[in-house]
């Protein structure tokens, strides 16, 4: 069984920077993709970075440039560095591991960025 634990959100003036962290317990193979969500009030989840088992990366459009997604496989970490954060970056962002048949969610980190 695989959990998920998210860190480092917080509140964060516009135009400042936070580094989520999301470490893994459990068996995490190799070519497990990677990502973080996020969900504002009343919006749907929506992806905001993911990266493959061979590392490849993939953005929502509104934050390339700005995020970036990185992960460490010998600690089982994903990791997202948001700079130049936009008061429209507030949501509650999750992490997500899918490998296999199986899609582990964690229980999420607030991000609230003030104007």
């Known amino acids: 069984q695989v959990q998920l634990v998210e860190s480092g959100g917080g509140l964060v003036q516009a135009g400042g920077s936070l580094r989520l962290s999301c470490a893994a317990s459990g068996k995490i193979f190799s070519f497990a993709s990677m990502a973080w969500y996020r969900q504002a009030p009343g919006k749907q989840r929506e992806l905001v970075a993911l990266?493959?088992?061979?590392?490849?990366?993939t953005y929502a459009d509104s934050v390339k440039g700005r995020f970036t997604i990185s992960k460490d496989n010998a600690k089982n970490t994903v990791y997202l560095q948001m700079n130049s954060l936009k008061p429209e970056d507030t949501a509650v962002y999750y992490c997500?591991?899918?490998?296999?048949?199986?899609?582990?969610w964690g229980e999420g980190t607030q991000v609230t960025v003030s104007s």
């Open positions: 997500n591991v899918k490998q296999m048949s199986a899609d582990y």
């Open positions: 990266v493959t088992g061979s590392n490849r990366t």
